[in-house]
């Protein structure tokens, strides 16, 4: 119950700040009928009322992981984030492995086979991408090569 | 009549040597592309357009390989979709919904051998429906307007949300999200940017593929992480491939209905595949009834997706062949691929150049009897790469994911987009909110408001035009119906469940 | 209208091509290979997203270079997603160059869509600004949204116009069922009642297909020229089919997209914006003879960045003669609608500059721009 609560206020309050934000479209010298403006308000006012039954007639709530497990997945979508930032002035090779590996660890927690696992990884889809697709993808970072 | 002679005309050019070997090596690619997640039809044709010409290739060569590899990636998507649950490709879609419970309960063999005879009749069927009835049905597109369009999109929304959640609101949610995602960047009516939030990586919109990537790939990982690998998708194992004789014939008829409606839907333009696999599972699913184990693994749910989808992969040739007017992104590349042949695709191709089309329509025939080949007694080969442990196979996803994202846009911030669709995914389906609605409708988003502008500029501002025509009045009767009907279904359904209790 | 959502509207063409491509890496990519130079770090912060079509065809685009592995490769850049205009215009002129032998390498073309031919305008003057390995497709769309300011500031001054070898004639068509018959019928219905006629064509409010039906009207002497019905939808093709299946009145666009259409007798063109009638198209009479003193043709032809040697803009001048000299090339024109139309090099250049200008006074006189 309470989870769609949430959601439900999240969703009304994300959907105004849509419509304000589709409010503020500029329009410009030739405009049509309907405009910039209108789908998008049209389609923010749906979300707040889908938003408004989810608050007023909540369905069971699901079963939330236990806390550790969310930290869990809350650490991955660390981990994915550095490596996104990581990927170009790493070169691909490095931030690859250890991102594998880590997501390898958190799935089969064997830290032998999971860095194995990522250094594999890393290895055979750079020879796939560079040489099988073509990539142009940089090994290492910048400066070592 | 000069349909015989003109199919024997497209068979003598189909059956020569290098014709034959084009089609196998671009079935055999095909499939490949399709089974990998992320990457789709339209990516796998594009990425292939430039060899046609380092290959120096004559039009109907070209033109039978680019098509191979279409066909090809349209079988190939369900391959992940079963095992993985995982689309392949965006078509693919509907198929996880039976196709991975069924692989869950040990059925994966059989959900894959039952999808691949479904792509075959459905490609089978419309490759006969293209060469029957292309300068027929191409006349279709004449009886939709903007307004017919409108209700079109408006029934694809609607239905869909009957079909993909338990509770209505949810579902108009996740359409309203999809539809809002879409919106957002340069408005190309009037060239000015929208709901940018300032932000310059948002002016140019956000890439379905991201978003696709991000809400099924991404979240499917973190449901991994949060259950430790336990009761998680890749613990799915494919033993043995037989052919489960009854559960095709029991779909027999599912598939035939199912490709009859995949045609029609990939005939409209703008439709394509997904609209058409995800009618097909509609009208089964509801032909089917509520008893019928549909979403749970019904082989029906299986056969029903792959036979639409393919079948509206051959019907999306047919406006594109005769009218010019690509059925969908892929066809689009196709069409550019024409173009750059020195074919004008038009009402008078047929007429024009029967050696092109009709060679194309022949090796299509043979293209699918390949593609049975490789996906029923062959389809091993291509599983192969997907029966890795999952603490080896999960961040290879996860890697190929942000590899393929990155190699597209070259852009850090479309990679933390990514996650971010990942973590959206992942709360979202916690909270029984369907994520296939958002991708229809980033995919969706813009046809949808530029069929409602243009409908109010030819009717002066006047909202009526909306329903005025028979076809848009009929489908606008259909949206609404097929939004309001589950809600008193499940009501009607629950009050006995209650007074048991 | 100096907002700071205006000025973002110009940034986009600060997007590069090379984004694309991960990196060079060196070894076996091409070192001359325009998407396998190295970026700079200050792309980091400007990084754009482009659009799903094209992302895929950039996709291919680079790993076909990956797969051909060999010595340079001249690039043609078609600002749009592939089956359009300027997608053709590469494709048939780099096809043709290289057959004829002009190029050694075929012409890899690279599909830049956005900001309508913007971006690609944007990296060609921000990021290419001296490749001589480059060209450009353009066409009067190009010239149109330059005369219009639609680029963010950006002028035709910034490139050079390498020459054009084909006009694709503007017309107005009806369904072959209309009762108009003629342009005057036409013209004499909007005059009437403007909201009883619709026109559709395949560029957005403001551009050339509108301009053109914009210019007949005013030189009929209709003013009201807001009250005109206009919708432009995804291309020539889907403008037909609106028109054929009665939700349109007329469409308005290129000869080139009414082709097929013309032959199998589904449309009937009222009025072909040339001075002449068009060669094979003898049966279309010309507005001009219809009485309306307006000419508006689409010509197909080639830009490339501005400090490009003189050597190098001549070489591409008379690779661009060639071209249109090939008898592959005139079946291309017949094949497709186009009329005959050559002016390479300099003269080229001095050709659309008065075009430019003569635009820019229309756009201003019809209220698209102040």
């Keep these: 119950m309470a989870s769609d609560r949430v959601f439900g206020l999240v969703v009304i309050i994300a959907a105004l700040a849509y419509i304000a934000g589709a409010a503020q479209t500029q329009t410009s010298f030739m405009s049509d009928p309907v405009g910039s403006k209108t789908f998008p308000i049209l389609v923010g006012s749906v979300a707040a009322v889908c938003g408004a039954v989810m608050f007023l007639r909540p369905d069971a709530g699901p079963e939330w992981p236990r806390p550790r497990a969310l930290l869990s997945v809350a650490a991955a979508v660390a981990v994915m984030v550095a490596y996104a930032h990581g990927l170009k002035p790493l070169g691909f090779l490095i931030p690859t492995a250890v991102a594998a590996a880590i997501l390898s660890y958190q799935i089969t927690p064997r830290p032998a086979f999971n860095a194995l696992a990522g250094a594999a990884l890393s290895a055979a889809l750079f020879v796939v991408f560079r040489y099988g697709l073509g990539l142009g993808l940089a090994p290492l970072p910048k400066g070592w090569m | 009549m000069d349909l015989l002679s003109n199919l024997a005309l497209g068979f003598s050019i189909a059956l020569s040597p290098t014709t034959l070997m084009l089609a196998v090596a671009g079935c055999f690619l095909g499939t490949v592309i399709g089974s990998l997640p992320g990457l789709g039809p339209s990516n796998g044709v594009a990425i292939l357009i430039p060899l046609t010409f380092s290959l120096g290739l004559d039009a109907t060569s070209a033109l039978v390989l680019m098509t191979a590899v279409y066909y090809g990636a349209m079988y190939g998507g369900r391959i992940s979709s079963i095992l993985l649950n995982i689309p392949g490709d965006e078509p693919a879609l509907m198929t996880t919904l039976d196709g991975y419970p069924m692989a869950k309960r040990g059925r994966a063999g059989d959900a894959l051998v039952i999808s691949g005879v479904a792509s075959f009749v459905g490609a089978f069927l419309a490759t006969i429906g293209l060469m029957l009835l292309a300068p027929v049905l191409a006349r279709v597109a004449y009886l939709f307007g903007p307004a017919e369009y409108f209700a079109l999109y408006l029934l694809a929304f609607s239905t869909l949300g009957g079909l993909a959640s338990n509770n209505q609101a949810k579902a108009a949610l996740a359409s309203c999200i999809g539809l809002g995602i879409a919106m957002v960047g340069i408005d190309n009516a009037t060239g000015m940017p929208r709901l940018t939030f300032g932000n310059l990586h948002l002016v140019d919109g956000v890439d379905f593929l991201v978003a696709i990537v991000g809400l099924f790939a991404v979240a499917e990982v973190f449901f991994f992480i949060e259950s430790h690998g336990r009761n998680s998708s890749i613990g799915v194992k494919l033993e043995k491939v037989t052919v489960p004789v009854r559960d095709i014939l029991a779909s027999g008829w599912t598939m035939l209905r199912s490709s009859l409606v995949g045609f029609a839907a990939g005939v409209l333009p703008g439709a394509g595949a997904s609209l058409g696999s995800f009618l097909a599972y509609m009208s089964e699913k509801s032909i089917a009834g509520e008893k019928s184990g549909f979403g749970t693994g019904a082989p029906k749910g299986v056969a029903a997706p792959e036979a639409g989808n393919n079948a509206a992969a051959g019907g999306a040739l047919v406006p594109m062949l005769t009218l010019g007017v690509p059925g969908s992104g892929t066809t689009a590349v196709l069409l550019a691929l024409l173009m750059t042949l020195n074919i004008t695709p038009g009402p008078t191709l047929f007429a024009d150049r029967p050696e092109v089309v009709w060679g194309l329509i022949a090796s299509l025939l043979i293209a699918n009897f390949v593609l049975l080949a490789m996906n029923v007694p062959m389809v091993r080969v291509f599983v192969r790469v997907l029966s890795v442990p999952p603490a080896v196979l999960l961040p290879g996803v996860t890697m190929v994911s942000f590899v393929g994202i990155y190699s597209l846009s070259g852009s850090y911030f479309d990679l933390l987009l990514m996650v971010g669709f990942g973590a959206l995914g992942y709360v979202l389906r916690k909270l029984d909110v369907p994520t296939v609605p958002i991708i229809l409708g980033i995919l969706l988003g813009t046809h949808m408001e530029n069929a409602l502008r243009r409908a109010m500029v030819l009717s002066d501002g006047d909202p009526t035009y909306l329903f005025s025509s028979p076809i848009a009045a009929g489908l606008w009767i259909f949206a609404v119906a097929g939004f309001v009907a589950p809600m008193f279904l499940r009501r009607a359904l629950r009050k006995p469940r209650a007074a048991d209790a | ?370």
């Design chain 3, 1 to 370: 209208m100096r907002s700071p959502e205006r000025r973002d509207f110009a940034l986009p063409t600060d997007f590069t091509a090379d984004e694309i491509v991960v990196d060079n890496g060196g070894g076996t990519a091409q070192p001359s290979t325009p998407t396998a130079r190295t970026r700079s770090p200050r792309h980091d912060t400007r990084e754009k997203n482009m659009s799903t079509t094209l992302r895929a065809l950039a996709f291919g685009a680079v790993l076909s270079i990956g797969a051909a592995s060999s010595a340079t490769a001249a690039e043609c850049i078609a600002p749009a997603n592939p089956g359009g205009g300027w997608d053709f215009t590469c494709r048939q002129i780099g096809k043709i160059m290289h057959d004829i032998g002009a190029v050694d390498k075929p012409i890899q073309v690279t599909n830049m869509a956005g900001g309508g031919g913007g971006l690609a305008f944007g990296h060609v003057v921000n990021e290419r600004s001296d490749d001589e390995d480059l060209i450009v497709a353009a066409s009067q769309a190009t010239a149109t949204r330059l005369a219009q300011n639609a680029y963010g500031g950006m002028t035709a001054d910034q490139v050079r116009f390498v020459g054009a070898i084909g006009a694709d004639p503007g017309v107005i068509v009806v369904a072959a069922d209309s009762p108009y018959r003629s342009l005057n019928d036409l013209v004499a219905a909007v005059k009437s009642n403007p909201s009883s006629i619709s026109f559709a064509g395949g560029s957005a409010a403001g551009g050339f297909d509108h301009l053109k039906v914009l210019q007949v009207l005013k030189a009929n002497g209709f003013d009201d020229i807001r009250s005109v019905k206009y919708i432009g939808v995804d291309g020539g093709a889907d403008a037909i089919t609106q028109t054929v299946g009665g939700f349109t009145t007329a469409m308005t666009g290129d000869m080139s997209e009414i082709v097929g259409f013309l032959k199998s007798g589904d449309v009937r063109a009222l009025a072909v914006l040339t001075e002449e009638r068009v060669p094979g198209f003898e049966d279309i009479p010309t507005a001009v003879e219809q009485g309306t003193n307006v000419v508006a043709v689409n010509w197909r032809g080639l830009y490339v960045p501005k400090n490009i040697s003189n050597r190098a803009f001549r070489s591409w001048a008379a690779k661009l003669q060639r071209v249109a000299d090939s008898a592959e090339w005139k079946a291309a024109m017949e094949a497709n609608g186009l009329a005959p139309f050559t002016k390479v090099g300099d003269d080229f250049q001095n050709w659309v500059d008065g075009v430019v200008a003569s635009t820019t006074e229309l756009s201003k006189e019809i209220g698209v721009i102040q």
